[in-house]
């Protein structure tokens, strides 16, 4: 997977991170009862996997696990051949997140175990929930009394687990916890041409959000792409820090 990494990432103690969503026109993830979920195109669900086959490790939280089939493997043997031919094995590792330790026992992904799955949590998680989850995760680690610290667990994450580039398919609670974090490299959108609607419905980033403007991660457009009635659409990320710092290398150059 060296081609996809430059020295920086290579040498960093992070792995790169890369969200992938589908949204609607009005940027929606979700209807308002969540029932419905999975809306893009063949090409959209193509693309996920095409996506997946460049990954170490495949993320997602507690709720995506919890609300239908989900097993965060790689697919089908064609996307198998692409994750060898570029060098990486050919399942990837799976990662849950659940700051309570909510995953259902008797979820889709714990009936496959073709790769390891790990469970990230916090101190919030009871024992008695933990317990039972030991029995079919490869490993669980806590970081965080409260709420998940995914910077730690992210070093952790590639010092023990090899993880170097590390894909995020949601939901908006994690995306979110993980924009807020400056942990964000990359952002894949497609958007489809859907309306949902609802002030409820969930978008690519809920839970806390960033309180000022400042504050707010910013994108700059990598990539666009039409196919269909569908954009597939490649956003680099960049946080407060980050963009100080790019904004200053400006400034210098203009003296």
Same mark, same amino acid.
């Given at each position: 997977?060296?081609?996809?990494?430059?020295?920086?990432?290579?040498?960093?103690?992070?792995?790169?991170?890369?969200?992938?969503?589908? &949204?609607?026109?009005?940027?929606? @993830?979700?209807?308002? %009862?969540?029932?419905?979920? /999975?809306?893009?195109?063949?090409?959209?669900?193509?693309?996920?996997?095409?996506?997946?086959?460049?990954?170490?490790?495949?993320? *997602?939280?507690?709720?995506? &696990? %919890?609300?239908?089939?989900?097993?965060?493997?790689?697919?089908?043997?064609?996307?198998?051949?692409?994750?060898?031919?570029?060098?990486?094995?050919?399942? %990837?590792? +799976?990662? @849950?997140?659940? #700051?309570?330790? /909510?995953?259902?026992?008797?979820?889709?992904?714990?009936?496959?175990?073709?790769?390891?799955?790990?469970?990230?949590?916090?101190?919030?998680?009871?024992?008695?929930?933990?317990?039972?989850?030991?029995?079919?995760?490869?490993? &669980?680690?806590?970081?965080?009394?409260?709420?998940?610290?995914?910077?730690?667990?992210?070093?952790?994450? =590639?010092?023990?687990?090899?993880?170097?580039?590390?894909? *995020?398919?949601?939901?908006?609670?994690?995306?979110?916890?993980?924009?807020?974090?400056?942990?964000?490299?990359?952002?894949?959108?497609?958007?489809?041409?859907?309306?949902? #609607?609802? +002030?409820?419905?969930?978008? &690519?980033?809920?839970?806390?959000?960033?309180?000022?403007?400042?504050?707010?991660?910013?994108?700059?457009?990598?990539?666009?792409? =039409?196919?269909?009635?569908?954009?597939?659409?490649?956003?680099? *990320?960049?946080?407060?820090?980050?963009?100080?710092?790019?904004?200053?290398?400006?400034? +210098? =150059?203009?003296?």
């Amino acid at each position: 997977m060296a081609a996809h990494l430059n020295p920086k990432i290579r040498n960093s103690k992070l792995p790169f991170v890369f969200v992938n969503m589908a &949204i609607t026109a009005d940027g929606k @993830i979700a209807t308002a %009862n969540r029932a419905v979920s /999975s809306f893009g195109s063949k090409r959209d669900k193509e693309h996920l996997f095409e996506l997946r086959a460049t990954a170490d490790a495949v993320m *997602c939280g507690a709720g995506t &696990i %919890n609300s239908g089939p989900v097993n965060l493997g790689p697919g089908a043997p064609k996307f198998r051949r692409m994750r060898t031919r570029g060098g990486l094995a050919e399942y %990837n590792v +799976r990662i @849950i997140t659940s #700051g309570s330790g /909510s995953v259902d026992p008797k979820a889709e992904i714990f009936k496959h175990t073709f790769s390891p799955l790990l469970i990230l949590t916090t101190g919030r998680a009871s024992e008695n929930k933990l317990e039972l989850l030991r029995k079919l995760a490869t490993e &669980i680690k806590s970081f965080g009394a409260n709420e998940i610290d995914f910077r730690k667990a992210l070093q952790w994450l =590639r010092a023990k687990w090899g993880i170097k580039r590390l894909l *995020c398919e949601g939901g908006g609670e994690l995306n979110d916890a993980l924009f807020r974090a400056g942990l964000v490299n990359e952002v894949h959108l497609t958007i489809c041409p859907k309306i949902f #609607g609802g +002030r409820r419905a969930p978008t &690519i980033a809920e839970g806390e959000g960033f309180a000022k403007l400042a504050e707010a991660a910013q994108l700059k457009l990598k990539s666009m792409k =039409r196919i269909g009635d569908e954009l597939f659409v490649v956003y680099e *990320c960049f946080n407060s820090t980050q963009r100080a710092k790019s904004q200053s290398k400006s400034a +210098r =150059r203009l003296r």
